[in-house]
């Protein structure tokens, strides 16, 4: 895989979240029998991001292995994702599988005497697999990671423009 590949990857993404926004905001609107269509609709683009999303994180983790990080920047992502996760793991919205992600990923960023970069490069290899664990448990995860992470989710961004 290419990291040359992340600007396509990024554009088809968008391209998916605008077309699901759009599903999503017929849903609102739809009449009460089209909503089993539009809901199948939104259940295929689903579907259809996975891959892109799968090979996004990909590229992400190579990419934190190619460049330095920080620790001073690392140091703020991992005081919020340690601030989040710990009220995260214990609600009963998300299902055991995300639950146990989200522990593991409380376990790697809580590791005593390892370098705050260390940390973070841990925890994004931890993710892509949590890609396909949002589908299954109908999280949407760049709003999981916008709303519960945006430090985080600001760092990805930054490191995907590297």
Do not use: C
Not at 59 to 73: N, T
Not at 115 to 134: I, T
């Amino acid at each position: 895989m290419s990291v040359d590949r992340l600007p396509q990857v990024e554009k088809s993404l968008t391209r998916f979240r605008k077309q699901l926004d759009g599903k999503e905001n017929a849903l609102t609107s739809a009449r009460p029998e089209d909503w089993a269509t539009i809901k199948l609709q939104i259940d295929d683009l689903k579907a259809e991001m996975r891959p892109f999303e799968i090979e996004y994180w990909q590229i992400l983790v190579e990419r934190s292995v190619m460049f330095e990080i920080a620790d001073s920047e690392a140091e703020k992502v991992i005081v919020e994702i340690v601030e989040r996760v710990e009220p995260l793991q214990h609600n009963p919205q998300y299902s055991p599988e995300i639950l146990d992600l989200l522990q593991k990923i409380y376990a790697e960023v809580s590791k005593p005497g390892t370098p705050a970069a260390a940390k973070l490069k841990g925890m994004l290899s931890l993710l892509p697999p949590f890609v396909n664990l949002s589908y299954e448990a109908e999280i949407d995860t760049e709003n999981f990671l916008r709303s519960h992470f945006p430090t985080f989710r600001g760092w990805a961004r930054a490191l995907a423009k590297k």
